[in-house]
């Protein structure tokens, strides 16, 4: 019979998994309390407390936000054995209640078991374990390990003895970043304890440890009184996942009584029933580190450290076993989930991971332009290749980087000044790649990572993520699927950012940023022609058009995008050009930001222009006005002024109105009598405008801007390319005539300015308007055209 308390906290295992997930409650199971919200966390401890049901409600909405947004659905797949693992947490609390023979007995069967399956799955024998929520803090206790064991008076003197014959931990520069410096801080010692060995240049991986240099830097530390402590080992560097010579390392170590601890991904492939020899020989070192967790996908499951050593009293002081049966429940959700699993399922998941590298790598070869390794480009030896290649077919974790040479980044352009920032262009393309990969197929779990030799790389480690996401060959296909369509992209943009750079160049108004780091054609920026303002001026007046100059790109019916570059960017007021297809017109797309550019400009200016000869007419016609009203009151007197009086005076002995008419151009910026406009004369004279002739070339239809022709056909001329642009611009945004445009530019001025102006022009019209006779209107008006 089960114990119903398990069987009740299984159930509400299971029962919260569903409300987290799925986001919504059982209809039986809501309440009528009031919703839960950050503010109020501290309300459910008013009263007699809350329900189970309520609390999960509270977790749920702290989860996944407001509730007016959908939900947020984590990516990581979460299957029945994450359910052992997240019970193993629950039944750790219970069974932490138990008396203490009986919590003792149920620790150290459920340590013990753990530690003799990690041993036998993983091929190593005779050992204990740790295990440990920080992955760092395994090989924290194993360097006190070694320390004491070194320093037989280091449990009574403390520091002091490591004074005379300081200790140094050796690692890889390949090595995990930090790591060295947080095993100093945390053990007391100085940095000049720490010893980062390079590694290979002449042979062998670039990742890899150089096992002569180690040798010499050994030597050095003895010969000055210093005491090898403990080397660092790499199976599959955090970065490339590439091994270290463990055979040879272990030779070392032996030679120098030093201890040699060994981690990384690729010890999941001991669990193989096929395991390489590089790999192999980690099973042969002091100690090593797992992460069962990522591994198969088992969510809060600590990590296990693996060590031989015969001294427990020496273990006990070091902190690697504990007389606390509690700390020991840290094993309890791997122990269930290891059974769960069986040897069956666990070897599957790895091997299941390991096949999705090698489906990557073998696709892989197969892409031009993409580059998985670059070790076998130097001069070596036949085995060193035979051993690298052995070393790369076995790595579960696959590096690529999309790289061209120069020769075929040239076809058909020039290349002058380009090798300059080869690496920095290609570093900011990869880095595109990447997140263009990860964003496209997201069960893939690729990530980009920095190289210290190769650059900026995409990363495929499946053995951290693919029981996590779900990852399935079917998302490998189509990683290669879109990685095959996005590097003809990268290329035809490789090749067309100079001959763009080369265009921006011959035109006088357009400035080209260099910006190496930007994944695209280029940044470029509008320069004003005028000359005459100060630096402020001008560049406000820069930063407006270039601000305008990006709306109207971005409105295009064209492929291409068009940016403010990144956030934090040191070039200001410029406009960037993202990637580029093949068939990309780099001619007609600068010639397309200069022409609208310019039109920007230009209106900018006749904007300024009119706003000035407005204002300076509006002046004239006042002072016009003014003076004619004068010479009107001496015409017809004071009397006729008194509105009664006049209105009678007006009526019996009406007084033709001598003011004239007056009529503002704006393309002449003049002020002229309206005697001209209502002459029959001038009526029959005027003409109407000439219409704006329409271009006879036609773009084909469905294609874009900045498309070249279908393949085949005569590249188009300049003057061809230019007239269909013009008229793709007169299609879109039609140019008014001059006559409309007049009209149309004083709407656009400040109401404040304009009222304040036409209010003097209204109040004189209105008062000559009260001085005729009903009935009897005046042919000639003042108008301002």
Request: charge should be negative.
């Amino acid at each position: 019979m089960m114990d119903p308390i398990l069987t009740q906290m299984g159930n509400h295992l299971t029962d919260a998994m569903k409300i987290l997930e799925s986001g919504q409650m059982e209809p039986g199971q809501r309440t009528e309390k009031r919703r839960l919200s950050w503010r109020d966390i501290p309300g459910p401890l008013q009263g007699d407390g809350q329900d189970f049901v309520t609390i999960l409600q509270l977790v749920q909405n702290l989860m996944h936000g407001d509730e007016d947004k959908p939900p947020h659905r984590r990516m990581q797949y979460v299957g029945e054995q994450a359910h052992m693992a997240l019970l193993g947490h629950s039944l750790a609390a219970y069974i932490s209640v138990l008396d203490r023979d009986r919590l003792r007995k149920l620790t150290t069967r459920i340590l013990s078991d753990s530690t003799v399956w990690l041993c036998r799955i993983f091929r190593y024998e005779n050992a204990s374990a740790y295990f440990h929520e920080d992955d760092r803090e395994g090989l924290l206790k194993v360097c006190r390990l070694v320390i004491n064991a070194r320093y037989e008076d280091y449990a009574t003197d403390g520091f002091t003895v490591l004074s005379s014959r300081p200790p140094v931990i050796y690692h890889s520069a390949a090595c995990r970043p930090g790591l060295g410096q947080h095993l100093c801080s945390q053990l007391g010692l100085p940095l000049s304890s720490l010893c980062t060995v390079p590694c290979n240049t002449m042979f062998g991986s670039q990742h890899q440890m150089d096992v002569a240099l180690l040798d010499k830097l050994i030597k050095d530390d003895m010969d000055t009184g210093k005491i090898p402590l403990l080397l660092i080992a790499n199976a599959g560097t955090p970065g490339a996942g590439h091994t270290d010579k463990l055979s040879r390392l272990k030779e070392l170590c032996t030679q120098y009584d030093m201890w040699l601890h060994v981690e990384g991904v690729t010890l999941a492939t001991l669990a193989l029933g096929h395991v390489s020899s590089a790999v192999t020989a980690a099973t042969k070192s002091d100690s090593m580190t797992l992460t069962p967790g990522p591994w198969l996908g088992l969510p809060a499951v600590p990590a296990v450290t693996l060590y031989r050593h015969e001294d427990p009293a020496l273990s006990l002081a070091a902190g690697l076993t504990s007389s606390q049966p509690v700390e020991k429940l840290r094993a309890l959700p791997l122990w269930l989930s290891l059974q769960y699993l069986g040897h069956d399922g666990i070897v599957e998941r790895i091997k299941h991971a390991s096949q999705l590298s090698q489906q990557l790598l073998e696709q892989l070869k197969t892409l031009g332009s993409i580059k998985t390794s670059d070790v076998l480009d130097r001069e070596v030896s036949l085995l060193e290749a035979l051993s690298m290649v052995e070393d790369e077919l076995n790595s579960p974790v696959v590096v690529f980087r999309f790289s061209q040479d120069n020769s075929a980044a040239s076809s058909g352009g020039s290349v002058e000044g380009y090798c300059a920032g080869e690496r920095e262009i290609h570093d900011a393309l990869n880095r595109w790649l990447g997140e263009q990969l990860a964003q496209r197929v997201p069960a893939s779990g690729v990530d980009v990572i920095e190289l210290e030799d190769e650059g900026t790389c995409v990363r495929f480690n499946p053995l951290m993520t693919a029981a996590a996401l779900g990852t399935q060959e079917t998302d490998v296909t189509a990683l290669v699927q879109k990685l095959a369509e996005t590097v003809p992209t990268l290329s035809s943009t490789l090749r067309l950012r100079q001959d763009f750079r080369e265009e921006v160049y011959h035109r006088a108004n357009l400035t080209f940023a260099e910006d190496l780091s930007w994944p695209g054609l280029g940044a470029v920026r509008y320069e004003p022609r005028g000359t005459d303002l100060d630096e402020s001026k001008r560049q406000q007046e820069s930063e407006k058009i270039n601000s305008d100059l990006l709306k109207k790109l971005k409105e295009l019916d064209t492929d291409l995008t068009f940016s403010t570059g990144p956030e934090f960017e040191a070039e200001q007021n410029c406009i960037y050009v993202g990637m580029a297809t093949e068939d990309v017109d780099v001619a007609e797309l600068v010639e397309t930001i200069v022409s609208i550019g310019r039109d920007i400009e230009e209106s900018g200016r006749l904007l300024e222009n009119m706003t000035e000869i407005v204002r300076k007419g509006i002046q004239e016609a006042e002072q016009q006005l003014q003076k004619a009203n004068e010479e009107k009151l001496i015409e017809e007197g004071v009397l006729r002024q008194i509105p009664l009086v006049g209105s009678m005076l007006n009526w019996f002995s009406p007084v033709q109105s001598s003011v004239k008419g007056r009529t503002f151009d704006l393309a002449a910026g003049s002020l002229d009598s309206t005697e001209p406009t209502y002459s029959t004369k001038a009526q029959r004279g005027m003409r109407d405008p000439p219409k704006t002739p329409a271009s006879t070339t036609k773009r084909q239809p469905g294609q874009k801007l900045f498309r070249r022709s279908a393949a085949g056909s005569d590249s188009m001329s300049e003057t061809s390319s230019v007239g269909q642009l013009e008229e793709s611009f007169s299609e879109q945004s039609p140019i008014p005539a001059p006559e409309e445009a007049v009209a149309e530019v004083p709407q656009e001025f400040p109401e404040e300015s304009v009222s304040a102006e036409a209010a003097g022009l209204g109040e004189e019209t209105a008062s000559s308007d009260q001085r005729v006779p009903e009935g009897r209107e005046t042919e000639e008006g003042e108008s301002i055209r």
